[in-house]
């Protein structure tokens, strides 16, 4: 018996249903930050690359819960409506919380989603979860270039591209750290097994290995190309 005609563990499940909310979470903040970008006068191409990624995020959701849904899911996405927008400082330019989202959500969080992805793929033959990951893959890496292609904008055309820039570099390194603790934690959970991988589940510490790499390979040179040298 295959692991596609398998039945699902309950992991395998509450995994899709997660990517599903992720994704939805996703379309909505994207969708968030291009009004932002409307407000602050952003470039017209930053602004339709936005409302492009709205749209890949809610068919990364609909493929993320027709897996979950196969895998035997009959639990709804929880959708918590304070998590479907971005938070706004009130007392503060809006662009330094536009900075904050680009980097948060794109510079970071996209750019460690493709080898993310990647290896999640690696291993994945169950049909509905594949597909899902062949598609998300795809558009990840433009994800991800939005985000470099946002932040340099920032830096470069807006008034407020230098102190843009010192904020990076103040605010970046313990975000970086922050987050990092969340990949790398040692976590009590039973290893995944065979079936579960085919299915686009990753064990754990490959989650550390990546973020590891991503900091050498990805977001040390990366940010560094745009004036925010990492310690």
Partial sequence: MTASQQPASERVRVEWRRRTEAEYTSSAITQHLVLWLIQIGASPDLIRAGLAIVDDELVHAEMSHHAAVTAGSTTPPQLPRETLRLPRTADEPL???????????????????VPLFSAMRKD????????????????EVRHRDFGWTLIEWLFEASPMGQELREQTRRELPPYLEARGRLYTAELQQAPVNEDERAWGLLPHPRYGEIWRRAIERDFRP???RVGVELA
């Fill in 95 to 113: 662009e330094r919380d536009v900075l904050r989202a680009c980097v948060r959500s794109f510079c970071v969080g996209e750019t460690l989603a």
């Fill in 124 to 139: 994945c033959s169950v049909p509905v979860a594949r597909a899902c990951l062949d598609r998300v893959l795809v558009d």
């Fill in 222 to 224: 990366r940010f560094a």
